[in-house]
């Protein structure tokens, strides 16, 4: 069921994403490439599991049994699926800036403070299932956001890179939702100080939107501690629809990802 699931979701958001005139036809020929492999990748785990199933229970088959089941928990749930390199899954070489976020793995959560309103929450929890692409900026050491600073020239540089691909009819972040992740607590951040790419004028009465911020847990679970993020350099990590890790790009590298993001979107020109 999890996998047949994942397949729906993996043919659904790139459906829309086309039909929207939002990314080219090419982007549909990866289901195929992507799943197929899940696909026989199931029938294998599947007859191994039957041939556990039937044999008779002595002591030493429940435990190849325990240990089998054990080894493969995430597979089973539906959350260790690793894309290869393709048109969207970028074949990385800057893996070591984040070696908790792999590339093609599904992004792993963790938990973070909101800064608007210091509320303690699950990073992953906020990217919703809503054909969006996300980047998620996570800041180099002492980066208050402040103009100058590594997170308002990235910031700078994607605001082109979002007005070509989304239609002025829509919301600034309908196509790419930009988020950010800092190291300074939240008690010495000013959110007036931030890039309007994160506190963009929403909906028709044009209303700020404050949920696009975070700051790290200064102790225990330290969201660049736990997901093996550098401290100094920070990284960029881009987000398929389908929340799986797409590429991971130094803060100097937005070339990188607009070379990318040329490859699966669309200009609103184009569209």
Excluded at 1 to 23: I, T
Excluded at 78 to 93: K, Q
Excluded at 126 to 136: E, N, Y
Excluded at 181 to 203: A, C, H, I, W
Aim: some cysteine; proline content about 5%.
């Amino acid at each position: 069921m999890n996998v047949s699931m994942a397949d729906a979701f993996n043919l659904g958001w790139k459906l829309a994403a086309v039909l929207r005139g939002q990314s080219p036809t090419e982007l549909l020929d990866t289901y195929s490439s992507e799943r197929q492999t899940k696909a026989q990748e199931l029938i294998d785990f599947d007859r191994d599991m039957a041939r556990l199933f039937s044999e008779k229970p002595k002591s030493k088959e429940e435990a190849q049994f325990q240990t089998y089941f054990k080894k493969h928990g995430r597979y089973t749930a539906g959350v260790e699926t690793c894309y290869d390199p393709s048109l969207i899954t970028a074949n990385d070489s800057t893996q070591a800036l984040a070696t908790g976020y792999p590339t093609g793995k599904r992004f792993h959560s963790a938990p973070v403070i909101r800064l608007a309103d210091a509320k303690l929450m699950e990073l992953g929890h906020t990217l919703m299932a809503d054909g969006r692409w996300r980047i998620i900026a996570f800041a180099p050491a002492l980066d208050t956001g402040i103009h100058g600073g590594p997170i308002s020239k990235l910031c700078a540089g994607l605001a082109s890179l979002i007005e070509r691909v989304t239609p002025r009819s829509r919301d600034a972040d309908a196509v790419i939702d930009v988020r950010a992740v800092f190291q300074v607590p939240y008690r010495n951040m000013d959110f007036s100080e931030l890039p309007t790419v994160l506190r963009p004028f929403k909906g028709t009465m044009g209303l700020t939107d404050y949920e696009k911020v975070f700051c790290a847990i200064q102790q225990g679970s330290n969201i660049f501690d736990l997901r093996g993020i550098n401290r100094t350099k920070g990284v960029v990590v881009v987000v398929r629809p389908d929340q799986h890790v797409s590429l991971v790009a130094p803060f100097d590298g937005l070339t990188k990802v607009g070379d990318y993001f040329e490859k699966v979107l669309l200009t609103v020109g184009d569209a």
